[in-house]
């Protein structure tokens, strides 16, 4: 059997969540690789690491979505990735409705530097999507959960 070419990493601001990992990193091509392709596992509304000690887990949805987002960007960072390298985003909401849709399209555009874009002419970084309505999350009170594909050149 050959040796695996898959890698695994996990964030060091808090302690890994059961036999999971955050990260995974596949060379691309496994000998000499150019580039790494990465994926992130599922990431909820928990505060980011950024947030002060004790942040409470927030109870509204764009709270979630912005938070959510922003541990898919603590996570891409662990290879040195941004959100300008993901080639795919895969958003489970539950209850998914219209307004939370239109959230989720605006923190995602927030999250993909759409605005800034726009404010300097550039063309805004739309990776392919997936949104996905789901009875719920791994826990009571998830409301969102993110995953990102990147790729990232070495």
Do not use: W
Request: proline fraction near 11%; glycine fraction near 8%.
């Amino acid at each position: 059997m050959a040796p695996s070419i898959v890698s695994t990493l996990n964030r060091s601001d808090r302690p890994p969540i059961g036999p999971f990992s955050e990260l995974t990193i596949v060379p691309i091509p496994p000998v000499n690789p150019a580039a790494y392709l990465l994926q992130t596992a599922g990431q909820v509304g928990a505060p980011p690491s950024s947030s002060p000690q004790g942040t409470p887990f927030p109870e509204t949805f764009r709270e979630q979505a912005v938070n959510a987002f922003a541990n898919v960007v603590n996570v891409l960072a662990l290879k040195g990735a941004t959100p300008q390298d993901i080639i795919k985003v895969t958003i489970f909401v539950c209850d998914l409705d219209v307004l939370k849709r239109d959230i989720v399209s605006e923190v995602m555009l927030d999250f993909l530097g759409g605005g800034v874009a726009v404010e300097k002419g550039e063309p805004v970084h739309r990776p392919a999507s997936s949104l996905v309505g789901v009875a719920a999350l791994a826990a009571p009170g998830f409301l969102i959960e993110v995953e990102a594909t990147a790729v990232v050149a070495i």
